[in-house]
């Protein structure tokens, strides 16, 4: 039977047993792709299952557009010669409001298709901004007469309006509601959102103040994008496991089984950008939600406060840290035959090496097939106590010996809890691995620090 006889000498058995090991690479590669095709296959569903009820969401806002005069000189050719004419354009000012006070309440839900499962949710947002015309405005090249205050704006800004559901938003100043418009929204949602006109004359004597509310849903995460002088925003959800992302982190927050709450404050010196800003008119070619989503992804959400409704355990990303130490489990259980061959003088073949490599490499195929339906720490459970047993029977009619075999079972035994705790204490991945080679190189070193690598079989017996 084989590739690996007794009449080989020890270094050629090595020798073969790496190179059956590398040939398993191939399906173990195969694996691996395996679990990112699944995983690609799980993000179509979950997007499927939330199609219709409103993608992550960023909201912003609310910021105050007035439109005013400005004159402006250009070059042209007549004639042959160059005239300086002068004309008079539109433009607009955005105004930031010093403060703004919001709070969001937000209702998740788990939707399940088949054995794909989606975190939605449903925010209610309520919110209070106060709007004051700066004392330098003559900075800025713009004069208070030259203003159309009876024009203004009122913008919101909501990444995927479609998920507005249930009474529509309510926006009043100083209680008296407005009147609602789609799109015109802010720069940070991609001009995504609803506004309303103001008559905001009143703002040349006294701030105006604006009370708004707002019901959406989205699905994955929610932010902001804090634009007021003083911003300040509270959040509560009864989700036990958020992770908190974005540019901004809360000041204070508190998280446990019952859910969170978290409290944020941004200032515009932390933001760098004034309260005050001009430009020409016109609102720039909306974005679709995905290349926002895109855009936002590059950026980082670098001026962003971001809150992920994530799932416990990510069973995709688990299975593929998993399977990255599939190596790991071939080369400690080939060592472990070899020293049986080499040093116990029982004969492995070339076959039984790879039959053993094969059912360790079907370890991860049933991970992942029945993490899909039990979850992953069942799963874990199931295919390794399953794996553990056809390696020891296997074992036991190759080693020739039960008590041989037993040391096989408990050799992978502890390789799979120590895989477990692996995948549990990422931080310390690195440094266990690592460890676990050292004991191995040592005891390989121990066991054979008599042995004749380039002899003969016959020598082994005494070697041994």
């Known amino acids: ?171 009043g100043v100083a209680g008296r509601a407005l009147r609602l418009q789609p799109g015109g929204g802010t720069s940070s949602t991609g001009n995504s959102g609803f506004f309303a006109w103001i008559d905001a004359r009143s703002l040349a004597g006294a701030p105006v103040l604006v009370d708004y509310a707002l019901n959406f849903r989205g699905n994955g995460w929610i932010a902001l994008a804090p634009q007021a002088g003083d911003t300040r925003w509270r959040v509560t959800s009864p989700w036990p496991h958020p992770s908190f992302q974005g540019g901004f982190l809360p000041t204070q927050r508190e998280v446990n089984e019952s859910g969170f709450s978290a409290t944020y404050r941004v200032g515009n010196l932390a933001l760098g950008q004034s309260l005050v800003s001009t430009g020409g008119a016109g609102a720039p070619e909306r974005p679709s939600p995905d290349r926002m989503q895109a855009d936002y992804r590059a950026d980082g959400g670098a001026h962003d406060a971001r809150i992920d409704l994530v799932q416990p355990v990510d069973l995709y990303s688990q299975v593929n840290r998993a399977t990255k130490y599939g190596f790991l489990f071939i080369g400690f259980t080939f060592l472990a035959f070899l020293m049986f061959d080499v040093i116990g003088g029982v004969r492995v073949s070339a076959v039984e090496y790879l039959l053993v490599g094969a059912a360790l490499i079907l370890f991860f195929v049933l991970l992942l097939a029945f993490a899909e339906v039990i979850g992953f720490t069942a799963a874990y459970l199931l295919a390794s106590a399953a794996i553990v047993g056809l390696n020891t029977a296997y074992s036991a009619a190759v080693l020739k010996s039960w008590r041989r075999a037993s040391f096989i079972a408990a050799l992978l035994t502890g390789l799979y809890v120590i895989l477990y705790i692996l995948l549990s204490l990422e931080a310390f991945s690195l440094l266990i691995g690592s460890v676990m080679l050292f004991a191995a190189l040592a005891a390989v070193m121990y066991l054979t620090r008599n042995l004749n690598w380039g002899g003969k079989g016959e020598g082994q017996e005494t070697a041994a």
């Open 1 to 171: 039977m084989g590739l690996l006889s007794a009449e080989r000498s020890p270094g050629a058995k090595l020798g073969f047993a790496i190179l059956i090991g590398a040939l398993l690479a191939i399906p173990l590669f195969s694996v691996w792709l395996l679990v990112y095709d699944r995983q690609q296959q799980s993000e179509t569903a979950r997007a499927s299952i939330a199609q219709g009820w409103g993608g992550p969401q960023q909201i912003a806002g609310p910021l105050l557009v007035i439109p005013y005069r400005a004159t402006i000189t250009e070059t042209v050719t007549e004639a042959n010669k160059q005239v300086v004419r002068s004309r008079q354009v539109w433009q607009e000012l955005t105004l930031s409001p010093e403060i703004a006070d919001l709070s969001t309440k937000l209702k998740p839900q788990r939707r399940q298709r088949s054995i794909y499962e989606v975190v939605l949710y449903e925010a209610a947002v309520t919110g209070k901004a106060r709007f004051a015309m700066p004392v330098d405005l003559s900075r800025f090249g713009v004069a208070l007469e030259d203003m159309a205050l009876d024009r203004a704006e009122l913008r919101f800004g909501l990444s995927d309006p479609r998920g507005l559901f249930g009474q529509p938003p309510r926006v």
